[in-house]
């Protein structure tokens, strides 16, 4: 009867937990050349950076106006006699975009800005906005932990992005600058599984996934 | 350098040869450790003591520093960070430490 009463539905149920997530991810960035740190894990998926000399991990620093969203192509099953019977849909690519207020150091920014890469001699370092370089891609891990105490995480990775879009660095007075239009575009990357050509997401949670 | 040689006259020098000397630039005869760069970077050093200047060409790249000029380049390191800790994070590794 509570079936009737709570409008349920009968049978085998799936119902969502009461965790909330809030607060942007880290960013973190490390080029395509480098591997994974699980290449692949157990089940068969590649996620996580792994810092080494040559491929350092570079992390974007203050955040702010983070989101996710993708690209399709969609187009409608349009049946003459009776309508749309379907729509048939192809993710193109996944982006992140977001706006950064940490500058410093310039070799991570250099990054996000499509600059060459950062000359330092103390006490200066600089870096050029000439030709961009297509040829760089970057992996993309984003963890962010929904609970502190019991270090409960989820994250996404992305295999082979590119800073895609013209950057514009905002200069108020009395507030951070701002390089906003920074958007981090996952492309299908044919060396990984099918199921995770784009990248994946995950979650680590020891007191509900046992 | 150029070196003077003696002719069947003593008394007079008369012939003058080139002399090629190959010179290793770090070769202070000091021993010397490598290290290796950590920074996505190109990296122009003067060693604090012997006035050497070193250069790496990025990330992973590998040069020999005289000994003396180690103890200041273990010391550069990027020290504000906005995660991870803040633990200050090292330009540079010994190869093989």
């Known amino acids: 009867m509570s079936s009737l009463i709570t409008g349920t539905p009968i049978g085998n149920l799936d119902t969502q937990e009461d965790i909330y997530l809030e607060g942007a991810p880290t960013i973190f960035v490390q080029d395509y050349s480098a591997t994974p740190l699980f290449h692949p894990d157990a089940d068969g998926y590649y996620w996580n950076m792994s810092g080494t000399v040559a491929y350092p991990v ?104 590119q800073y895609i879009n013209a950057f514009t660095i905002n200069m108020p007075f009395g507030s951070p600058w701002q390089v906003t239009g920074v958007t981090l575009r996952a492309f299908a990357d044919t060396t990984k599984p099918a199921a995770q050509r784009f990248g994946m997401m995950g979650r680590a949670d020891a007191s509900v996934i046992v | 350098m150029a070196k003077r040689v003696d002719t069947s006259d003593d008394s007079e020098w008369v012939k003058v040869e080139p002399e090629v000397i190959e010179i290793e630039l770090k070769d202070t005869g000091w021993p010397s450790t490598q290290l290796v760069l950590t920074k996505d970077l190109k990296l122009n050093v003067t060693g604090a003591v012997t006035g050497i200047k070193y250069t790496w060409d990025g990330a992973g790249s590998v040069v020999d520093v005289d000994n003396r000029d180690i103890p200041a380049m273990m010391h550069k390191a990027s020290r504000t960070t906005s995660c991870c800790g803040t633990i200050p994070t090292p330009y540079f590794l010994i190869v093989g430490g």
């Open chain 1, 58 to 161: 570079l992390e974007l620093g203050c955040l702010t106006a983070v989101s996710l969203t993708e690209n399709i192509v969609m187009n409608d099953v349009l049946c003459d006699n009776v309508g749309v019977k379907a729509t048939v849909q192809q993710r193109n690519f996944v982006e992140l975009q977001l706006t950064l207020q940490s500058f410093f150091p310039l070799q991570n920014l250099r990054t996000v800005l499509k600059g060459s890469v950062v000359t330092e001699t103390a006490p200066t370092q600089k870096f050029g906005f000439g030709s961009i370089n297509n040829a760089q891609f970057w992996m993309v891990y984003a963890p962010k932990v929904y609970d502190e105490d019991y270090g409960d995480y989820i994250w996404f990775h992305f295999h082979k992005c």
